[in-house]
């Protein structure tokens, strides 16, 4: 063999090899690298299709937990009882999968999130309480009186259908009814194939939603301490940790899973977001939740578990000022309003005059702000975004009501 002739064989040998890495690269892990015979029977015949097919979702499904557990992809997409289905290469397959197809194994998780304002509430923020069934109502109503038994939203009535669809329902949908008697979804939080509680502890995970001027948690949290040090630490952070072992050395910097709903050194994981709560901030006049102690005592023992006693102490005492400094400037403009209405100035509709909208930002953008930035950090949320501009808004009410009343 000649010199030429050595170097062209090892140049296309070479060659071969490249291409052959470059398409196995290409090619699903569930083709390449299938780590035990276990994993290729939990992914069976629907992967040998639908990595040709939709090869993202087997991808996503191979990183999940679920497919190490040998959990195979009919066990989610099999129907449930009371779910619609259909006949697909030789599978029965539920139409839509639902909160209910998660809840046969995880039923805690489940029963936990059908608690909290996540589930019904927030379907009927919106919506009212139409689409749910008797028991549902009452069901909720147990544990958020109120919430549930109440009318459409009037201003979603007045936006119309097409916006309702794509802007407050993709929010509000996390607590949409299912036709099979279940209640909302749990891929909102965790994605409906990796599955996976690294995601959900992601602040911008719950800031797909929590987010904007009437609910600005993750700009407040991007401001916060928290947050900076979130975004410079989380290549230290173990945000796989399981919930049931989860301790400080994990997870260092608080998220807003953290402190809502992690299991952190002992504490109990919770799907229901309402249970460390002891204000209802969202109101316009807040008012002490029923549970307001228990509440309180089951975030500041998430808080100690990184603080001081007298630092978390200090901090609820300075938030609970500007709870009640905020009622008061809401409280003022809420009787302006109710005054120019009894003087027949205003008509009984809600949201055709300036002033009712002035008002409706007043509490709805600026107070909430106030109070979500203080209990999170967030001073520029607390001064410029909040107090500032509720002070504005009360003086240019004012101003308006004296016009009015001239007139
Ligand atoms: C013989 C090949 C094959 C097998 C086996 C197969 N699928 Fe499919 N599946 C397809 C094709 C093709 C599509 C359509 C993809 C498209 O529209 O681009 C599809 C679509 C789907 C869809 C979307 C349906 C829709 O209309 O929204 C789901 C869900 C699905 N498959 C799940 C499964 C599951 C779960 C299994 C195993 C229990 C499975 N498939 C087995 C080929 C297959
Ligand atoms: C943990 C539960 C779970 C497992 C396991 C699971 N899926 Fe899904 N899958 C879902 C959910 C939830 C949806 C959304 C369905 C809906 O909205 O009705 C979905 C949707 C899909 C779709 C339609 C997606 C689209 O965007 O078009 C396909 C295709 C699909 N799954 C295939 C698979 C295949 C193949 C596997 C196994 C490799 C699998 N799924 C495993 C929960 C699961
Ligand atoms: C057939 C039973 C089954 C179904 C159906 C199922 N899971 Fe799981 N899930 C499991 C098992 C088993 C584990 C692994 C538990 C472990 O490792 O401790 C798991 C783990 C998880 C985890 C923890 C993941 C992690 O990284 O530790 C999440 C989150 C989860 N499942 C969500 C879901 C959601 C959402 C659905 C529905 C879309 C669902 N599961 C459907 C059985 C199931
Ligand atoms: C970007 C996601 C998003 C959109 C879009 C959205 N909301 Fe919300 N909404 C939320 C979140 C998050 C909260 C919880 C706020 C809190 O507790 O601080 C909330 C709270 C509420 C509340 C107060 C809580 C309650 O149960 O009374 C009402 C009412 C409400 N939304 C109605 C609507 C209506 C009506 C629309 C459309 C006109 C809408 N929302 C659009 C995310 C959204
Ligand atoms: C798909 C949208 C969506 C996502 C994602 C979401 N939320 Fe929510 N959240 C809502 C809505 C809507 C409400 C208000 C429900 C109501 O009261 O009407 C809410 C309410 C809350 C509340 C207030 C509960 C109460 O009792 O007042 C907390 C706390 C909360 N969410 C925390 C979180 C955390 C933490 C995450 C991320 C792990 C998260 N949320 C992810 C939509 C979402
Ligand atoms: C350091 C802990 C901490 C972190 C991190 C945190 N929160 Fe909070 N959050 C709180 C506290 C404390 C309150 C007020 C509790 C009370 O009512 O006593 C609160 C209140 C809320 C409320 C208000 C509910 C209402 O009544 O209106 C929502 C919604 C919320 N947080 C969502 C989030 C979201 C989303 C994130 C991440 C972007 C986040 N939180 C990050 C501690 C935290
Ligand atoms: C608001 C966001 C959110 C929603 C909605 C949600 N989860 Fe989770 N889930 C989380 C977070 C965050 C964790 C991790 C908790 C921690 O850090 O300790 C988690 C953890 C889990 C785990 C692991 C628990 C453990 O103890 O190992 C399972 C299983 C799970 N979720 C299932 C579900 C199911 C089923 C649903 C629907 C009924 C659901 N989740 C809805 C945010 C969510
Ligand atoms: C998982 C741990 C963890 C949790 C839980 C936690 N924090 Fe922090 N927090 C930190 C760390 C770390 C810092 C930075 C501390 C330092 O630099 O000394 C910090 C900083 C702060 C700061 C700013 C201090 C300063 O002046 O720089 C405040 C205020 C604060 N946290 C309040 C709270 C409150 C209130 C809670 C509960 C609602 C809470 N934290 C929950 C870890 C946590």
């Known amino acids: 063999m000649t010199f030429r002739n050595v170097f062209i064989a090892v140049f296309i040998g070479t060659a071969l090899i490249v291409a052959a890495m470059l398409i196995n690269k290409a090619r699903p892990i569930i083709e390449t690298s299938q780590p035990s015979p276990e994993y290729v029977r939990a992914s069976g015949k629907c992967a040998e299709c639908h990595s040709r097919e939709t090869s993202a979702i087997v991808h996503q499904f191979s ?3 679920h497919a190490r557990a040998d959990i195979t992809c009919y066990d989610c997409h099999s129907p449930e009882s009371g779910q619609e289905e259909y006949a697909h290469n030789g599978f029965t397959l539920a139409k839509e ?3 209910l197809n998660c809840a046969r194994c995880h039923s805690t998780e489940y029963e936990q999130f059908k608690k909290s304002r996540h589930a019904a ?15 549902q109502i009452e069901f909720a109503e147990k544990y958020h009186p109120g919430t549930v038994r109440r009318t459409a939203n009037k201003l979603a009535i007045v936006e119309g259908a097409g916006v309702l669809a794509l802007g407050c329902e993709s929010c509000h949908a996390i607590g949409k009814p299912n036709s099979d008697g279940s209640i909302g979804n749990c891929t909102q939080c965790h994605a409906r194939h990796s599955t996976s509680i690294a995601l959900a502890r992601q602040p911008a995970t719950c800031g797909q939603c929590h987010m904007g001027p009437d609910h600005s948690q993750i700009e407040i949290y991007n401001e916060s301490k928290h947050g900076v040090l979130y975004e410079s630490q989380k290549s230290f952070l173990n945000l796989n940790a399981s919930p049931k072992t989860l ?20 504490m109990n994981v919770t799907h229901d977001v309402t249970e460390r709560l002891s204000w209802w901030l969202f ?25 001081a006693t007298t630092q978390v102490e200090k901090f609820y005492e ?33 949201f055709d005059e300036p002033i009712e909208f002035m008002a409706f930002d007043l509490w709805h953008y600026y ?11 967030g001073a520029d949320f607390v001064q410029w975004h909040g107090n500032y501009e509720l002070l504005l808004h009360i003086v240019e009410m004012k101003q308006i009501a004296k016009e009015l009343r001239a007139k």
């Open 63 to 65: 990183m999940s937990a």
């Open 97 to 99: 999968l639902t909160a």
């Open 121 to 135: 509430p927030a379907w009927a923020a919106v919506q009212g309480e139409s689409d749910f069934t008797l028991e």
């Open 247 to 266: 301790t400080t050395r994990d997870m260092s910097v608080p998220t807003c899973a953290t402190c809502h709903m992690s299991g952190l050194e002992g």
């Open 283 to 307: 109101a316009a006049i807040s008012e002490k939740r029923p549970n307001y102690t228990m509440g309180q005592d089951a975030m500041k023992n998430i808080c100690l578990k990184c603080h």
């Open 318 to 350: 300075e938030a609970e000022v500007v709870v009640h400094s905020t009622n008061a400037k809401v409280q003022e403009a809420l009787d302006l309003i109710a005054e120019l209405r009894q003087e027949g100035l205003l008509t009984p509709e809600p």
């Open 367 to 377: 107070g909430r702000t106030a109070k979500h930035g203080a209990f999170m950090g």
